[in-house]
């Protein structure tokens, strides 16, 4: 297990490996004086104070003081977390949208960040990296589905490298992002930066609306396509959602 520990990191290194951290699927800690709010069904706020904080990748986010077992705020699982710097202050957020709630918490120091990978108590056995998970793919692209043909890795965007970028049989675009654990649902998100992205590029980001159909955009589909392990429901429910695919896929082959 590799397990990321930071010590006083500025705000920039603490949301980078955050952002590293929530693609790889990691249960993260993040201890530090901060302020907390909460939005949704009620509204409650808590001053200034040291506390820690746990992101799961279920989606899950509980924050804890000195005091009790249970957390003074929590997000349940099917939540989505993400993070930024503003106002010189790093601003992690968990939101869900069935009931629409918000947690945020803001950092005006970390003391300590830690990351690492779990399994949750699943008997999974993990091997290979996600660069022998591309290898695969590219030696054998049907594993994707039927017809894909893959053109380019690493293909620059404005929402950063695409692990792998083809088209399908009927010559769309597909944006395959990979993932060598089990992944929730900020993979999804992560997904869902380069499909629009690419859609910008192409002229067609329309599609990425709700409702807006294949023919509105001129015939051209832009597809996102999941290729992991597994994956949590809620990352399921928001590859649905979303309209996008996903292959389940070991890195190594099996013998």
């Not at 040291?50 to 986010?61: N, Q, S, T, V, Y």
């Not at 949208?97 to 399994?119: A, C, G, N, W």
Request: net charge negative; aromatic share 4%.
């Amino acid at each position: 297990m590799t397990v990321t520990s930071l010590h006083d990191p500025s705000h920039r290194e603490a949301l980078w490996e955050l952002e590293a951290a929530f693609d790889r699927g990691d249960l993260i800690s993040v201890f530090g004086r901060c302020t907390v709010s909460y939005e949704g069904r009620a509204a409650s706020d808590l001053g200034a104070g040291d506390r820690l904080l746990l992101l799961k990748p279920d989606g899950a986010a509980l924050v804890h003081t000195d005091e009790g077992r249970q957390p003074v705020n929590w997000q349940p699982p099917g939540s989505e977390h993400r993070a930024a710097v503003r106002e010189g202050r790093l601003r992690v957020v968990s939101t869900r949208t069935t009931p629409d709630e918000t947690l945020s918490v803001r950092f005006s120091d970390v003391h300590q960040l830690s990351t690492m990978p779990v399994t949750g108590g699943r008997d999974l056995e993990l091997h290979g990296s996600e660069e022998d998970l591309r290898t695969r793919i590219l030696e054998r692209p049907e594993l994707i589905e039927p017809g894909f043909e893959p053109r380019e890795t690493e293909r620059p965007s404005s929402a950063g490298p695409m692990d792998v970028f083809g088209v399908d049989a009927d010559g769309n675009p597909v944006v395959v992002e990979l993932k060598r654990r089990r992944v929730g649902p900020d993979a999804v998100g992560q997904l869902a930066r380069y499909v629009r992205a690419l859609r910008e590029e192409m002229g067609v980001d329309g599609m990425y609306d709700a409702g807006t159909t294949e023919s509105d955009a001129g015939g051209i589909e832009v597809r996102g396509v999941l290729v992991a392990p597994s994956i949590t429901d809620r990352a399921a429910e928001r590859l649905a959602d979303r309209g996008f695919d996903h292959v389940e896929l070991e890195p190594t082959a099996e013998e």
